[in-house]
């Protein structure tokens, strides 16, 4: 074979071609060894496999010499020493402390804007009772609301703490399924700090306090020790603000609740809760009963009669009558919102807790001049004609107001009833009555902010022109919304400028308007402006004010407009100190929320609904205003179940509000039809009395608003309209003594209208016309010079 056959052949990866020997056997050839099949390639590719192979033993050998069980064991067993001898360390370095200071609870003191000090919230709501006293069924409710191995446990729940250290160093917060001996702790001998410092240090006093004490000794510690709510320490308090007895004459049911309520006290409180919270109370109720049953505490039988007992109304402290409870109150919230905001407390359970347990001194912006003239002008005008012998409707109206200087926010005045141990709710940051046309400032606020259009092209202005019928059928692109509501007494005005629509709250203007701007930009508005609208619908309804709001809600919103637009969050609190640290409060003062020019056009425009529409007599024509310049706007609710009027001049917002409230029916609303002597209670009648009375009375020397437009009442006065009744209505011109007993429906969608008078006011209020609950118009008729609630 030649070598070109030879490199052939290799190249094939055939065997390479030997010469053969001859037949005779040549002694002298060389045997040649052929390579392995396939050629080179795969010799080398074997070659590397069979090496990777002892690579990889060699490694596996490394390691299971390195990580032998041997060694993980030992490496295992050592960190456990090692655990263990540091708790050691910590066991032997912990001692049981003595009692926390801040279970010595001090007095909180509230002062005025002056230093003067006129509320101090003092000795502690707490009796400690031993635990004898307490009946062995009401001690087992406790048992099986938060720890139902307690008589058997070493009185700390490793996996808990495990968890709540993780989530105390990942950020997560507060987490429960603490033993009772460990909340005993933290209450008595700790503090609320989430921090792992403070859970290790509980985790080692309550294992020495398992040691050293019994556990009925720590059981009557924790439930002298926990905080019930009300400003209730300890059981025995805590029975005798709920169900006015004491810890031994509690039964098994109300001792579940007061164990139900340690989870969310304030939130728990069935007299105050909200559906939410009465929901979440009785479950955990339940839950306790349930438990007590799974540990034998308690028959199946004698659980299945078991009902949640409904605790007594919440009474005031002594020392809280009058006006102060209702400042504290107030205050004592702002501050528990602030804490919870600045971190100082995981939430508001934790803040009120500490409010409660003393120590603070509490300065508010309160002015004490023009507090005492607030609450005399409501009496003057308003409760000191209360005659409930006389007219029982009159033991239902109630009165709140607030007053805020709209260039710091300070909360200068406020009225929250007629005495805090009587009324217990405060009237003046309640918002469960609807503000009704005292909202219409805020749609035109939002049509000049917006440059919105009407549906024909047109800009909104104070001069623009409106159909003002009633019943007019509002429209989008053409379209009916299914919305018409009705203006008072269904009267026709025909075509009104915006100028005299807000003179005479004409609803069939602001509700066509709304749609024009877009409800939701209006409902945007309106919580720029300081109105709470989360969870507010934005449909047409909402124009004629169907939400719920407050005296507070509504001077800041109008504080806003006065400011010329920039935010004005009123504030009750001018400085809160606890020892040495003092809480930091944001400025009341924000940015500019909507243009100079709409807000100012607004106060332009409501200057005209005193001058020129319904608030003439108790406002323009009293007798103290002495030439000043004032703004506002006037309201009444669906069947009169509300009267408003919030006004302001440029130093001074008020805003009143009246209340119709049957307190023997849980604070139903009821109307206020023939209160007082009248037919009607009217956003232009008593509520702007009372305004006008304080607010004349303590502004000094007069002022004018300095308007940033060219548009409205203050500076341009429009023409107004000669209203005409619709052909369907024959209304008596004479007043009636009571509502209308033939009712006229009004649509699904109109929760609430208003008050338009006529002007010179010649006629005698009537009685509306009543419609369905929820779906009608509360509205104001043309004022009597001798009415009485616009005498004097």
Same mark, same amino acid.
């Given at each position: ?725 619709? /052909? +369907? !209505? =024959? &209304? %008596? $011109?004479? *007043? #009636? @003594?009571? /509502? +209308? !007993? =033939? &009712? %006229? $429906?009004? *649509? #699904? @969608?109109? /929760? ?41």
């Amino acid at each position: 074979m030649g070598r070109a056959e030879e490199r052939r052949a290799r190249q094939r990866g055939g065997r390479r071609a030997a010469p053969q020997p001859s037949s005779g056997g040549d002694a002298g050839a060389t045997a040649v060894i052929a390579p392995p099949e396939g050629g080179g390639r795969a010799a080398a590719r074997a070659a590397a496999k069979a090496g990777n192979k002892k690579q990889k033993k060699g490694q596996r050998s490394f390691l299971r010499r390195l990580f032998t069980w041997k060694k993980i064991l030992g490496a295992f067993f050592g960190v456990c020493l090692l655990g263990m001898g540091a708790f050691i360390v910590l066991y032997l370095m912990i001692d049981i402390p003595k009692g926390n200071p801040e279970a010595t609870q001090e007095s909180n003191v509230y002062k005025y804007s002056n230093g003067k000090i006129f509320a101090r919230t003092g000795d502690t709501n707490r009796e400690i009772v031993e635990l004898d006293k307490v009946p062995k069924k009401v001690q087992m409710a406790f048992v099986a609301a938060e720890n139902k191995t307690f008589f058997n446990d070493p009185g700390v729940d490793f996996k808990g703490m495990a968890r709540g250290v993780i989530n105390t160093l990942s950020g997560k917060g507060k987490q429960g399924g603490s033993t009772i001996t460990q909340q005993y702790v933290k209450n008595y001998y700790l503090t609320s700090d989430q921090t792992v410092t403070r859970k290790l240090n509980e985790l080692v006093i309550s294992l020495k306090l398992e040691r050293e004490e019994t556990k009925d000794y720590i059981l009557a510690g924790y439930i002298n020790t926990s905080y019930y709510g009300r400003g209730a320490w300890g059981i025995q308090a805590a029975a005798q603000a709920y169900y006015g007895v004491d810890a031994k004459d509690l039964d098994v049911e109300q001792g579940a609740y007061l164990a139900a309520l340690l989870q969310a006290p304030s939130q728990y409180d069935l007299a105050t809760a909200t559906p939410t919270g009465k929901k979440l109370v009785t479950a955990r109720w339940n839950y306790v009963l349930d438990n007590m049953v799974e540990m034998g505490e308690l028959e199946s039988s004698e659980r299945a009669d078991k009902k949640l007992p409904k605790p007594k109304a919440p009474q005031a402290a002594a020392g809280m009558a009058g006006q102060n409870g209702y400042l504290v109150e107030a205050a004592n919230n702002q501050l528990a919102r602030q804490l919870v905001a600045s971190g100082k407390a995981d939430d508001t359970e934790d803040a009120k807790a500490l409010i409660d347990l003393r120590g603070w001194t509490i300065t508010l912006n309160i002015n004490p001049k023009k507090q005492a003239a607030l609450e005399k002008a409501v009496k003057e005008r308003l409760t000191s004609k209360l005659d409930p012998k006389k007219r029982k409707v009159d033991k239902h109206i109630q009165a709140g107001a607030v007053s805020v200087d709209p260039k710091t926010g300070k909360v200068v005045a406020m009225y929250g009833g007629v005495d805090y141990v009587k009324h217990f709710t405060n009237n003046a940051t309640r918002r469960d009555y609807q503000p009704a046309s005292t909202f219409k400032p805020v749609i035109l606020a939002a049509a000049i902010d917006e440059n919105a259009e009407t549906q024909d092209g047109d800009p909104i202005t104070a001069s623009t022109v409106y159909d003002g019928d009633s019943r007019h059928k509002v429209t989008d692109d053409g379209t009916a919304v299914g919305f018409a509501p009705p203006n008072e007494d269904n009267v026709d005005y025909g075509d009104v400028t915006v100028q005299t629509a807000m003179n005479k709250s004409i609803n069939s203007v602001f509700a066509q308007m709304g749609v024009d701007v877009g409800m939701e930009k209006v409902m945007e508005v309106a919580g720029k402006l300081g109105m709470d609208t989360e969870g507010m619908q934005a449909v047409p309804a909402q124009t004629l004010g169907s939400m719920g709001a407050s005296p507070l809600e509504m001077a800041g919103i109008y504080a806003t407009l006065d400011n010329h637009g920039k935010k004005v969050t009123p504030t009750i609190i001018a400085e809160a100190k606890r020892r040495d640290s003092e809480v930091e409060f944001d400025d009341p003062i924000g940015e500019q929320v909507i243009t100079p020019e709409a807000a100012d056009t607004v106060t332009s425009v409501l200057t005209g609904v005193v001058d020129d529409g319904t608030a003439q007599k108790s406002v323009r024509d009293n007798p103290a205003r002495n030439g000043q310049q004032v703004a506002g706007k006037t309201g009444t609710s669906d069947e009169n179940r509300s009267a408003w009027f919030t006004g302001y001049t440029p130093n001074l917002v008020t805003s009143v509000g009246l209340f119709g409230e049957d307190m023997s029916k849980n604070g139903k609303h009821v109307s206020m039809y023939n209160a007082l002597g009248v037919p009607r209670v009217n956003g232009g009648g008593f509520p702007a009395q009372i305004w006008a009375t304080y607010t004349f009375g303590v502004m000094g020397k007069t002022t004018k608003f300095d308007l940033d437009t060219k548009q409205g009442a203050a500076v341009a006065p429009t023409e107004s309209p000669t209203p005409s009744r619709t /052909p +369907s !209505e =024959t &209304p %008596s $011109e004479t *007043p #009636s @003594e009571s /509502p +209308s !007993e =033939t &009712p %006229s $429906e009004t *649509p #699904s @969608e109109t /929760p609430t209208t208003e008050e338009p008078t006529s002007e010179p006011p010649t006629t005698a209020e009537t009685s509306p016309d009543e419609t369905p609950s929820g779906d009608s118009g509360g509205i104001e008729f043309p004022t009597d010079p001798n009415d009485p609630q616009f005498e004097g």
